[in-house]
């Protein structure tokens, strides 16, 4: 593994492209994109049917918010033109063929997001702060009109005619633990307080939509699994049962993951650990699976008539805009849209296997990711997701092909906390965070190295945000671990539910177990941290700090302050010195052992 050989840190951090809140309106496809070519500004991308895509915002203003710490929702598509929320939580409108022009201004910590259309070219906004949500509708000269004011959390409003539906939840609790479907009067001259339609502390709603038939559909966990629902005369039917997860958790507004074909055919997506399928629900009742191709799909359902439009992956390729013909009778193979495989790539993707470990509490499931080469034992990087409530989907993921590039073996773990596997696996990790996930990746760890993949001395573990205190967490323990890296990583639990943005702190405060805050003093192997000096996340002093002490204890831990990085290192700069000091602090670790 000398210097030269494998990706470069300044290629792959140039290929992390994002697609997001893709949906169909007025005719053509519309999603969000950001790429490295535009300093990572996010742009509403708009495509007609041949494919061809063009900004459809300028890059001088960058599309996002941080409504509930995570933004989503982030545009919306009228008649007359876009609506969108800049990356300062404020409201633009721009008009068909037009420039942006900022039509509500946010007051204090407010920020816009969730947005929907609503009659007349208008829009629905949920509209929050530190203490108060609101759902209002704006006219198009920027007239705001409120419509259900909560000391609690709003989401996904949605109107048919004069019906308002909506999604609300307590702020001591997360949407995807409890949470209630709402309806309301928008006529009414008096602010609403709705009325419950389904849901509970102990049912999760997400995702209402109406139907082309008039009736409300939604998500639910009822079952122990997000399924498909609608309400017809007062009554909850399943549209279609299914022993998995149809939605992810709602870490951000604007998810839609099931859509209406012209016939009347729900298409939805059925989460099965790593993989997404995507299923087609007849009006009798029928199913068939379409785009077998693919093999992971967001939770952004487009169809505009036959055809569907998702953001899909497959285990070679990353994520893109694919379509699929909803009128052939066989299962139609997605298409990408608008454009050919990529050339000049100066490393051929090597696909995953779909592995298990088997452990005293159950058998793991991780992605194992194999340089070329035979059996030989390799060094090894176990990889825990952040969230925790995140999946591993497969897919193409050029950061983990960089290592696999450079001579590792790559696993990443689908440890309990994560979504996809129902209620139950989600809310396993709930009192037991920095313990349970910190023993499903030692025990992929163990596992790889029993069977002799992994070379002694050379297994590593690398997460971010939460994954980064599963990583700090693992390094506290013997074991397997030679060295850990913590990139924007949590360090005290407690101190972070202090400090985090009011949507997550019932997340932290439920999660929160006996491992508590990280100590130097309790550290057993080197360790890099990796932080972003403009984190709202996780906090770059905390992290600093940490790594001054450690540090201080022993030389052979380091750390990387990126100045004015965020939480998600977005910058391709970031990325980039990311990238390269992890690789060479193995390496460090690597020769030290061998010397």
């Known amino acids: 593994m000398t210097e030269g050989i494998g990706l470069s840190p300044a290629w792959v951090a140039r290929k992390l492209v994002a697609y997001d809140e893709l949906r169909a309106a007025v005719g053509s496809l519309w999603w969000l994109q950001s790429d490295p070519d535009h300093g990572g500004c996010r742009r509403v991308m708009c495509a007609d049917r041949s494919g061809t895509a063009v900004a459809v915002t300028p890059p001088e203003v960058s599309v996002g918010g941080q409504l509930h710490a995570y933004g989503g929702g982030a545009f919306a598509v009228t008649s007359g033109g876009v609506w969108f929320v800049g990356d300062d939580g404020s409201l633009f409108r721009q008009p068909a ?50 419509l259900v004011r909560s000391r609690g959390f709003l989401a996904c409003p949605r109107q048919a005619g004069d019906a308002l539906a909506y999604v609300k939840w307590q702020r001591d609790r997360m949407p995807w633990d409890s949470s209630r479907l709402m309806l309301a009067n928008m006529r009414s001259d008096a602010i609403e307080p709705g009325r419950v339609v389904v849901g509970g502390p102990e049912e999760s709603v997400v995702q209402p939509s109406w139907g082309p038939d008039g009736l409300l559909y939604f998500m639910s966990d009822r079952t122990g699994w997000w399924n498909l629902y609608r309400l017809r005369d007062g009554v909850v039917e399943a549209v279609a049962s299914i022993d998995a997860d149809c939605a992810p958790a709602p870490w951000e507004g604007g998810y839609q993951s099931y859509g209406f074909a012209a016939d009347g055919t729900v298409v939805l997506t059925v989460m099965k650990g790593f993989t997404t399928d995507l299923l087609a629900v007849g009006v009798e009742g029928g199913r068939r699976r379409l785009g077998s191709n693919l093999t992971s799909v967001k939770p952004y359902i487009a169809v505009d008539g036959h055809v569907l439009t998702v953001i899909g992956s497959t285990a070679s390729s990353p994520p893109a805009i694919w379509s699929i013909d909803l009128a052939a009778r066989a299962d139609s193979p997605a298409v990408p849209l608008g454009r050919a495989s990529e050339s000049g790539v100066p490393w051929t993707p090597v696909p995953p296997s779909l592995e298990t470990a088997a452990a005293a509490n159950g058998p793991v499931h991780f992605l194992l990711h194999r340089p070329p080469g035979g059996a030989r034992p390799v060094p090894l990087l176990v990889r825990a997701h952040p969230g925790p409530t995140d999946d591993v989907p497969l897919r193409l993921d050029w950061a983990s092909q960089f290592f696999v590039s450079h001579g590792f073996a790559v696993a990443e773990v689908l440890y309990r906390g994560s979504t996809g596997l129902g209620r139950a696996f989600r809310q396993a990790l709930h009192g037991h965070w920095g313990d349970y996930d910190v023993d499903d990746c030692a025990a992929v760890a163990e596992h790889l190295r029993t069977l002799g993949l992994a070379m002694p001395g050379a297994v590593f573990i690398g997460g971010a945000s939460a994954g980064g205190y599963t990583a700090l967490q693992a390094a506290c323990r013997p074991g397997p671990f030679s060295a850990a890296t913590a990139t924007s990583a949590i360090i005290d639990p407690a101190r972070w539910e202090l400090s985090v943005p009011a949507f997550q702190r019932p997340h932290a405060a439920v999660l929160r177990g006996p491992a508590g805050a990280v100590k130097p003093s309790r550290i057993r192997c080197p360790v890099l941290v990796i932080h972003g000096s403009a984190d709202t996340i996780t906090s770059a002093d905390e992290a600093m700090q940490f790594a001054q002490e450690l540090a201080a204890l022993d030389a052979n831990h380091t750390s990387v302050l990126l100045e004015g990085g965020d939480h998600y290192l977005s910058a391709p700069a970031d990325r980039e010195q990311a990238l390269r000091a992890e690789l060479d602090f193995y390496r460090r670790i690597m020769s030290r052992s061998t010397s």
């Open 97 to 146: 063929g037009g420039t942006p022009e900022r039509i509500v201004s946010t007051v204090g910590s407010e920020q816009y997001g969730d947005l929907a259309p609503a009659a007349e070219g208008g829009l629905l906004a949920v509209r929050g702060d530190d203490t108060v949500d609101e759902i209002v509708a704006v006219s198009p000269v920027g007239r705001t009109r409120v």
